[in-house]
């Protein structure tokens, strides 16, 4: 992966870019987020750390999602790729993510 990764919002008056490696990256089937143009998202209680929707970035050819989230309200259309992991809900424990991500290459 040749960082830094950009990306910038439909009208372009929006930029960004990833200066470091993601922790993770997974695909999430929530109706939430199936309806929203965010860029990304900053919890309050971790301010360090800020979730990107991949959607927007400039070249995505490089994602490779470790694992599906929320399930349970994915499309009826949507297949899911043999193998994938999958969680119905949000997993209790984000740090599997993140563990997924760093052995996706073993």
């Keep these: 992966m040749t960082l830094p990764h950009t990306g910038r919002c439909l009208c372009g008056a929006t930029e960004y870019r990833l200066a470091e490696e993601p922790l993770t990256v997974y695909a999430c089937h929530c109706t939430d987020r199936q309806n929203g ?3 990304w998202l900053e919890a309050e209680n971790r301010p360090a750390l800020a979730v ?4 927007r970035l400039d070249d995505t050819s490089w994602l490779r999602p470790v694992a599906h989230l929320r399930t349970r309200s994915a499309q009826p259309w949507f297949d899911f790729p043999e193998g994938a992991v ?3 809900t949000q997993p209790e424990n984000l740090l599997e993510l993140a563990a997924l991500w760093r052995n996706r290459c073993d």
Aim: charged share 40%; no cysteine; glycine share 10%.
């Design 37 to 39: 143009t965010r860029l």
């Design 86 to 88: 999958r969680y119905e």
């Design 52 to 55: 990107v929707r991949p959607g």
